[in-house]
């Protein structure tokens, strides 16, 4: 399976959002950063789940899937398109 065509094209956004939450640089920022490497609790996950959406209003990330993303790249993957739901 290859994971890192459905993850790359969604974490540069996963990146964007993290940084401007955390308010940090985006270099260093990859598909494997850890939340808890980087001071990202509970709550700035569900914040950046919200900046990514804003970002992006053609996606979403549910609930269950943002609060067991351990890395910027699960929170990629868990990112679900809506645009094609009507």
């Keep these: 399976m290859d994971s890192k065509s459905t ?3 969604d974490i ?3 990146i964007a959002a993290t940084a401007q939450v955390l308010e940090i640089p ?3 920022l990859s598909v494997d ?3 808890d490497s980087i001071n990202a609790d509970s709550i700035a996950i569900i914040v950046i789940a ?3 959406e804003t970002l992006d209003p053609s996606v979403c990330v549910s609930d269950d899937d943002m609060l067991f ?3 910027l790249g ?3 993957a868990a990112m679900k ?3 094609d739901a009507s």
């Design 69 to 71: 993303a351990a890395t």
């Design 26 to 28: 985006t270099e260093g």
């Design 50 to 52: 919200d900046v990514i």
């Design 81 to 83: 398109r809506v645009d």
């Design 33 to 35: 950063t850890r939340f």
């Design 7 to 9: 993850v790359l094209p």
């Design 74 to 76: 699960e929170m990629a």
């Design 12 to 14: 540069e956004i996963v």
